[in-house]
């Protein structure tokens, strides 16, 4: 079974933090790189963050020093620390495994609103 749950999304003000969790499948999980991605409405979806396997990151280049990416493998889980939020930061968020063999799997995501 592939599962991917994103949660942890929710109303901020601009400045707010929120952190997301998405709770994976072992077998999506377990030696892939993940990542968060984004889709803002009437925007395609982009990578905001990633990790591989041994807790190497990267980020989009407008989320840099804001936002954290982590995991927690015992738990086969990701995390998406987000601070100093912009109200171009609002979108639906989405976890995934960057394994080509779960390419097509996406989670239903979690909403994050940042007001002005």
């Known amino acids: 079974q592939v599962q991917l749950a994103e949660s942890g999304g929710g109303l901020v003000h601009t400045g707010g933090s929120l952190t997301l969790s998405c709770a994976a499948s072992?077998?999506?999980?377990?030696?892939?790189?993940m990542a968060w991605y984004r889709q803002a409405p009437g925007k395609q979806r982009e990578a905001v963050a990633l990790?591989?396997?041994?807790?190497?990151?990267r980020y989009l280049n407008s989320v840099r020093d804001r936002f954290t990416i982590s995991r927690d493998n015992a738990k086969n889980t990701v995390y998406l620390q987000m601070i100093s939020l912009k109200p171009e930061d609002t979108a639906v968020y989405y976890c995934?495994?960057?394994?080509?063999?779960?390419?097509?799997?996406w989670g239903q995501g979690t909403q994050v609103t940042v007001s002005s």
């Open positions: 995934k495994s960057l394994n080509a063999d779960y390419n097509n799997y």
């Open positions: 072992r077998n999506i999980f377990s030696g892939n790189s």
């Open positions: 990790i591989d396997s041994d807790g190497f990151t």
